[in-house]
């Protein structure tokens, strides 16, 4: 309930810790090998995320260099390219990466399209002052529209950020579905349902108060230890202040437990609702939005990603963590969170009868 936890954070917290990866291997098939395919390969390993490895002689060993993991992508510059540029013919230059590996090969896609794109403006820059034309003038016509991009609430598109917010209250969801399927569902296996009910005298809301209320306490402190973390020591980006932070994470532990009671409830076999609460939280990284937005989904899985804690309280942090709007503006997940609290209230009944009547099969 808390090394677990933890350990978790301080894993994909050091794992993402730069961010962004930086200094990928990218090989290069330069065919023409002139002083300015050197520039271009120069600037190129200039990025961030580029780190120009080894030079291959041809592009059947570059993509076999890249089949091994050796490489993330190449670019190839196939022979009389500088000519081409110099008489105006359009050459064509190629670069392969390897999208199987998600975040290494979009980010590179991204450098070395730039680069290609940057290498045209430059080339047809010294073209048209060579025509006599100056460089304002020249600029205009390369680029008569200027992009300003400004990313918003993660300006410095850091990963960390991007997936650390949403994956570890994912972790510890799954941890309280599990731990509080687990402490309910020993009685029954255990066949102490009866003892139990008779410590609370008889009533199943004082027993899952009394038994669940320490984890209460304690999973909360644990997420209070993460906001602390993220916001505090990392400098996440937080721009709604601690009362909302803490407000979500203490719905989010309630509405988690509160639906391991329901598992068990519905299935009253330890195995089966053990399994059933880690499915159902690992299926929530996929369904809550955060990876593929839930707009584009089928319909029908835009309702069902409604059954979900993570995807509420995903929604109060974009809203408020990330974005800082009033507490107004995110009721909507309050109230689903809070809809997942009373969520036991409707079979406690059944776990009742299920406490004093059920015959445990293993």
């Not at 450098?111 to 047809?124: I, P």
């Not at 008569?144 to 209250?169: E, F, G, K, M, Q």
């Not at 320490?214 to 973390?229: G, K, N, Q």
Request: proline share 5%.
């Amino acid at each position: 309930m808390v090394a677990a936890p933890l350990l978790c954070c301080l894993f994909f917290t050091t794992l993402m810790y730069e961010g962004l990866p930086k200094d990928m291997p990218v090989g290069v098939v330069d065919e023409d090998n002139t002083s300015t395919t050197r520039e271009i390969l120069r600037n190129m390993d200039a990025f961030s995320q580029v780190h120009l490895t080894e030079d291959y002689a041809s592009v059947s060993e570059a993509r076999r260099a890249m089949q091994q993991g050796k490489i993330y992508a190449f670019y190839y510059i196939p022979e009389g390219t500088t000519e081409k540029i110099l008489s105006s013919r359009q050459p064509t230059v190629s670069f392969y990466t390897n999208n199987s590996l998600l975040i290494a090969g979009s980010l590179i896609y991204r450098d070395l399209r730039t680069m290609s794109v940057l290498a045209n403006a430059s080339v047809g820059l010294q073209t048209l002052q060579a025509k006599g034309m100056d460089e304002r003038t020249a600029m205009a016509f390369l680029q008569p529209i200027v992009i300003d991009t400004h990313a918003l609430s993660n300006p410095w598109l850091n990963y960390s950020v991007y997936l650390n917010n949403t994956i570890l209250p994912g972790i510890l969801m799954i941890m309280i579905f599990m731990v509080t399927v687990f402490a309910i569902g020993s009685e029954i296996k255990e066949g102490t349902g009866k003892e139990w009910l008779a410590m609370a005298d008889n009533r199943m809301w004082n027993a899952l108060v009394g038994k669940l209320l320490p984890h209460t306490v304690i999973f909360f402190s644990v997420a209070a230890a993460y906001d602390a973390y993220l916001y505090g020591i990392l400098g996440f980006p937080c721009h709604s202040g601690i009362g909302p932070l803490l407000c979500a994470a203490f719905l989010m532990v309630l509405a988690s437990q509160a639906f391991g009671v329901f598992l068990i409830s519905v299935l009253p076999t330890l195995r089966l609702a053990l399994s059933a609460s880690s499915l159902w939280g690992v299926v929530s990284f996929s369904i809550s939005g955060f990876s593929f937005p839930v707009m584009a989904m089928h319909p029908a899985l835009q309702v069902l990603s409604n059954l979900f804690p993570l995807r509420h309280y995903f929604l109060i942090y974009v809203s408020q963590t990330l974005n800082g709007y009033p507490m107004v503006y995110a009721w909507k997940p309050y109230l689903a969170l809070l809809l997942f609290v009373l969520l036991p209230l409707l079979l406690l009944k059944r776990l009742r009868t299920v406490m004093l009547n059920y015959d445990y099969i293993p």
